[in-house]
């Protein structure tokens, strides 16, 4: 599960803006090159929600209240499973202040002030695991992973591999296409060689197979 949060200045966005974005937000968090299977995607953007809010005080650090009539400033929130903070980081920050600046830029307002000056702030929030809680249950960041991809992994086992690049393979969990030349997380189950795009997808398989992990 994964929380976006979105804080502006009371009336810089109208309902319209406020859909608009929310909508923005998730497709940048969402959309990397390195993309898993489709329908993974469309799991995980299931148990992703975007909230709006509008502070009825907003101070900055020089005492001034922002004024809404000022180039607005900005602050994301992300709150995901901590195992996956590292990672997400690495591309959240950018991904979502383009967001920002995309709809700064249609509202007219100059967009590059966002990447020049701080007014985009963007977090991401790493949840300890078992703090997280779904279906009434609480739910690790491994449990997420299995929610999102146990539904497509027999559509996953069938995509086609003939046209993948020399050394690579598609990740039996989640979909994504891993060069076996840039990774060690790799596993050999009945003679054909697996690899994983992160530590957790490889657990995951290693578990229903039964295979032993080293570490």
């Not at 590059?112 to 949840?127: K, M, T």
């Not at 609480?138 to 929610?147: A, K, P, T, V, Y």
């Not at 046209?163 to 790799?186: F, K, Q, R, S």
Request: with cysteine.
């Amino acid at each position: 599960m994964i929380v976006i949060e979105l804080f502006a200045p009371t009336g810089v966005l109208d309902p319209a803006r406020h859909q608009q974005l929310g909508k923005r937000l998730i497709d940048a968090l969402m959309g990397t090159e390195d993309a898993h299977a489709e329908a993974v995607m469309d799991s995980a953007r299931a148990v992703t929600q975007v909230l709006v809010h509008e502070p009825a005080a907003w101070i900055t650090g020089d005492r001034h209240p922002v004024d809404p009539a000022d180039p607005p400033r900005y602050l994301v929130r992300v709150s995901a499973p901590a195992a996956w903070r590292k990672e997400m980081s690495a591309h959240a920050i950018e991904r979502l202040t383009q967001a920002l600046a995309e709809t700064e830029a249609e509202a007219g307002r100059d967009p590059d002030r966002l990447s020049d000056q701080p007014h985009a702030l963007v977090h991401v929030v790493g949840i300890a695991e078992g703090s997280l809680g779904m279906c009434g249950r609480s739910m690790g960041s491994l449990d997420l992973i299995q929610h999102m991809t146990a539904p497509h992994r027999d559509a996953i086992a069938r995509l086609p591999t003939d046209g993948l690049p020399p050394g690579t393979v598609i990740d039996p969990v989640c979909g994504m296409t891993v060069d076996l030349n840039a990774t060690d997380l790799t596993l050999e189950v009945d003679g054909t060689l697996h690899g994983f795009c992160n530590g957790q997808c490889r657990r995951i398989y290693a578990e229903e197979h039964g295979v032993p992990l080293n570490a």
